[in-house]
């Protein structure tokens, strides 16, 4: 890749969901086990949106977020970056495309939970400008059954 004109984010189409599962599994295995994207999508205020990577004339899958909105607030339900893809931008894309489409469907703050020691996710949170805001003590379960923290993460997306 040679910058961030190289990734493109869209919305997801039922086609990309394939796509989307293998890198929620390449994103989660350690914290909880395979989740069927569209359950997440059987939600009337869900949507996803999946990361392209140009490659040599082709379109990798990179990377995804879904996303839900209620009332003036949306929450970041997952969102995961392929590993071969990450520290590139992916992440970054995503999160600013979701954003702006939270703010145009009525969103004036996000939300999310983070693993407390997923150094890499909080690492692109706070580059982005999220806020530690509290705690949530053994929310994920790795697939050792040891419990983890997750960190509750905001930003205002006020314009």
Known sequence: MNDESDISVRFAEPEYLCAMEKI?????YEFQPKC???????SPRTWALIAFVRIKGGNIPAGYVLARNAADEAEILSIGVAPTFRKRGVGSALLTKMEGIAHIRGARSIFLEVGI??????????KAGYQVIGQRPNYYKKATGKRV???????????
């Open 149 to 159: 923290t997750a960190l509750v993460l905001h930003k205002n997306v006020e314009k």
């Open 117 to 126: 020691y997923n150094q890499n996710a909080r690492a692109l949170y706070s």
């Open 24 to 28: 929620y599994t390449q994103s989660f």
């Open 36 to 42: 069927s994207i569209e359950q997440y999508l059987l």
